[in-house]
């Protein structure tokens, strides 16, 4: 596995909206100047980060990437990662679901570079349904986010152990992970 997280945003939330909101960029790239939370971005933009072996990535420039992978690497990285998002975003839309961003990891084998870990997951992607999308303020969704909410909420310093979670919280993101899935797929899941 290669030792960053290639990460692909087609709209502002989470750390990339903070970032923006500090500097008016993500990862290095600059932005549009006023931008509200949640809008979607002109086009699709990589924003790599370090893998941390404990606690949180960190966003680098792409060019911090390269200079890890190295500049051939890293343009086919950037090149796999926003034709991978693209088309998942494209077809998510005709299920009502936008794709705000993910995160894939990919690896180096014989054969060549492979997608490792998780791909266009909940726990990897932020969902959003389509039909209650309103920029300018955090979204509902289909994705770990209702964690992490409730994390903020307890006040965790996100420092291990992690806390443990409510039954009702578990239980609220598994429906949300099932409702993406069946909308994705159009089938249920038995569970």
Request: proline share 7%; hydrophobic share 35%; aromatic share 10%.
């Amino acid at each position: 596995m290669f030792p960053v997280e290639c990460v692909v945003r087609g709209y502002l939330s989470g750390s990339g909206w903070k970032e923006y909101q500090s500097n008016g960029k993500v990862c290095g790239i600059a932005l549009p100047k006023g931008l509200k939370e949640s809008d979607k971005l002109p086009e699709p933009i990589f924003t790599p980060a370090t893998k941390a072996t404990t606690g949180h990535d960190i966003n680098i420039s792409f060019e911090e990437m390269c200079k890890i992978v190295g500049a051939e690497l890293g343009t086919k990285l950037r090149d796999i990662s926003l034709k991978l998002y693209t088309q998942a975003a494209d077809y998510a839309l005709t299920k009502g679901i936008i794709i705000a961003d993910t995160k894939f990891e990919l690896g180096q084998t014989a054969k060549g570079v492979t997608l490792g870990d998780e791909v266009l997951t909940p726990d990897s992607s932020r969902f959003w349904p389509v039909d209650k999308y309103q920029p300018g303020k955090a979204q509902e969704s289909f994705d770990k986010q209702y964690v992490r909410d409730y994390l903020e909420q307890i006040r965790w310093n996100k420092q291990p152990p992690a806390p443990a979670l409510p039954p009702e919280v578990a239980g609220k993101t598994s429906e949300k992970y099932l409702e993406a899935y069946e909308r994705l797929t159009g089938h249920k899941l038995n569970v």
